[in-house]
Nanobody, 117 residues
């Protein structure tokens, strides 16, 4: 089993920055990790991918966040981060950390990011 705990969500003004963190624990090892990432869900909308980083550090971003968000990983700490710059009101959402371990996907509880205009 894998546990994911997010932190860093907050209320921030448009144009500001925020960094989300996700700490993974449990049965997660370099030998079984496929990728980690961040999804987000805005009110009344479906959950969508924001950024993903694979076990070999290949990254992928949603078009809506390219150039503004940066995903990174600390292998030693089993942690993944999302640096968010130039935030917009449309970035307001609950942000979920996720991890793919072999064929299973695990989710955190989410952290709220609110961007005021």
């Amino acid at each position: 089993q894998v546990q994911l705990v997010e932190s860093g969500g907050d209320l921030v003004q448009a144009g500001g920055s925020l960094k989300l963190s996700c700490a993974a624990s449990g049965s997660i090892f370099s030998s079984n990790l496929v990728a980690m990432g961040w999804y987000r869900q805005a009110p009344g909308k479906q959950r969508e991918m924001a950024a993903i980083i694979t076990h070999n550090d290949i990254t992928n971003y949603a078009d809506s966040v390219k150039g503004r968000f940066t995903i990174s990983r600390d292998k030693a700490k089993n942690s993944v981060y999302l640096q968010m710059n130039s935030l917009k009101s449309e970035d307001t959402a609950v942000y979920y950390c996720t991890a793919w371990i072999r064929t299973s996907q695990f989710w955190g509880q989410g952290t709220q990011v609110t961007v005021s205009s």
